[in-house]
């Protein structure tokens, strides 16, 4: 059974940085893509970044271009998400995904799986 663990959230001061993981389990994704989510109270599901692991090909939401970055480790099997310059909008619970057949990165309906997801709180 594929299981998705998200950790790293936390608070943090505007500016600040957090590194988020999420540790897969259950399925290999190396092959597959992968991406993160956030919701913030009241509002839908919303992109932030995916990737191809295998190739190395990674997508951005323009609200955190150039601040956050997506990676992954094979080895672990594991996806991580540096978040840099972090604002008070940021502020939401963050969640890992991870598909077999995702024909729009951006849409959550595509993938498969869900971690529990793990709390951003950036205080301004």
């Known amino acids: 059974q594929v299981q998705l663990v998200e950790s790293g959230g936390g608070l943090v001061p505007a500016g600040g940085s957090l590194r988020l993981s999420c540790a897969a389990s259950g399925g290999t994704f190396s092959r597959s893509p992968m991406g993160w989510f956030r919701q913030a109270p009241g509002k839908d599901r919303e992109f932030i970044a995916a990737?191809?692991?295998?190739?190395?090909?990674?997508l951005y939401a323009d609200s955190v271009k150039g601040r956050f970055t997506i990676s992954g480790d094979n080895a672990k099997n594991t996806l991580n998400l540096q978040m840099n310059s972090l604002k008070p909008e940021d502020t939401a619970v963050y969640y890992c995904?991870?598909?077999?057949?995702?024909?729009?990165?951006?849409?959550?309906?595509?993938?498969?799986?869900w971690g529990q997801g793990t709390q951003v709180t950036v205080s301004s």
């Open positions: 990737m191809y692991q295998s190739v190395g090909e990674t």
């Open positions: 995904a991870a598909g077999t057949h995702v024909y729009n990165l951006r849409l959550p309906r595509w993938y498969d799986y």
